[in-house]
Every structure is written in C-alpha cells, then in structure tokens.
C-alpha cells in the first residue's frame, strides 16, 4: 500500500486536534506508507447538516477515504450509547449510493480536550511561552477521564501558560494554541492509562491488521 488516506468526522472545528493522535496511533500500529489525513469540513455546504447520517455520507462524498473516524465526545452519556447512534447510522449509509469504508468509533469520555492535557512542555510551546515559569498545574493523567470539564482546564492552562495579562491576553487565540498543542505532542503513549483510549487503539490495530496495512 503506497498511500492511506483517512477522514475524521467530528463534533466540531475544535476536534481536528485529535488528526495528530489518530496519526500517531497508526504509525504506531507499524503502517509505513504514507499517511494523508482529512477533516471533514461541512461548513462550507449551502446546507450544513446536522443529523450524523447525512454528515457521513457527505463526509465520504467529499472526502472518500481507506479508513473513516467518526468522533463522538461521550460528555454525559455512557460510551456505549454513543458507539449505538454511531452504528445505526452507519448502517443507514451502506444502503446509499456512498462507499463505506472500514470505519472506527472515537468516543473520549467527556471530552477530546482530555487527551491533551499530559504534556506541559508541548503546552508550554503552544502557548507561545516555552521558557515561562508560571507553575502549571496539570491533572493527574489517571483522572484526565474524570474530569467535568477538560476543555475549560485546558483552555484556562493554557492562557496561564501564555503569561499574558490585559488587553494582549483577550487576543490570544486559545482555539488555534489548541491544534498546534496537539501538533507538538510527539508521544501519545502516556494516554494509554485512559480507558477510551485503550478501546480506540485496540480497534484501529484490529482494523490494521484485518486490512493488512502494517509493513
């Protein structure tokens, strides 16, 4: 296989931060070839739809692909109830005129931003402050699922990190520092104390091997 190309449907913009982790996890999994790597962007349609069963079929319409990652943050309702809604439209779409290919189910308890809060020296640099010394406290990477709200620490760190105060701290853009985070990050192993992260590497080994794209 000379090329894999994958495409990740998200919730929303925010969540193009897990691309570098889906990435990593197949380099991981020994696929060599390269890698090119599609978010989903249905902005731009007249119609943006809503309902996940017309965003995957545009999604595979736009963005045809060997692997295909449908992300569902778990926020408040349990995994499996997520995987179920994921499925069932999946289901729906092999009887459109679409191909469907091997897809995969990336479902973070609470939040994606979780999985980005373990290293401080990636966020130290994405914060544009990579010498600062403010003290940063990061969570215990054991209780990153448990936390209520891991976009609001992550955003709140980051703008810690930043050292900025006043009106050059309301310009900074804490979305964009969030992508570049998750570009900076160059080894996800640490998140594999997190249950959803050990479901989401398992299943994409499974899908490797099942496929034979490992070297």
């Known amino acids: 296989m000379k090329e894999l190309c994958y495409t990740l449907l998200s919730d929303g913009s925010s969540d193009k931060a897990l691309m570098p982790i889906l990435t990593w996890l197949l ?3 020994q696929v060599e070839c390269a890698i090119q790597s599609n978010w989903a962007d249905l902005r731009r349609l007249p119609k943006p739809p809503k309902k996940l069963l017309p965003r995957i079929i545009n999604s595979l319409e736009l963005y045809p692909c ?8 778990a926020e408040r309702e349990p ?3 997520r995987i179920t ?3 069932e439209a999946l289901e729906e779409a092999v009887k459109k005129p679409v191909v469907v290919p091997p897809h995969i189910c990336v479902i973070p308890v609470r939040m994606q931003e979780a ?5 401080e020296a990636a966020l130290r640099k994405a914060a544009g402050n990579p010498s600062g010394r403010q003290a ?3 969570p215990d990477i054991c209780r990153l699922e448990q936390l209520p709200d891991p976009k609001d620490i992550l955003y709140g760190l980051l703008c810690e990190a930043s050292g900025l105060t006043g009106r050059r701290l309301k310009q900074f853009s804490v979305n964009e520092r969030v ?3 998750a570009e900076l990050i160059d080894d996800f192993s ?3 104390a997190l249950s959803a992260f050990q479901l989401l590497e398992t299943e994409i080994q499974q899908v490797i091997e099942t496929q034979d794209w490992c070297s």
């Open 136 to 138: 940063l406290q990061l």
């Open 179 to 181: 992508h570049r985070l």
């Open 27 to 29: 380099r991981a999994h």
């Open 115 to 119: 999985w980005l809060l373990f290293d």
């Open 79 to 81: 995994r499996e109830k």
């Open 85 to 87: 809604e994921i499925l």
């Open 190 to 192: 640490p998140l594999r």
């Open 66 to 73: 060997d692997l295909l990652f449908i992300h569902r943050d």
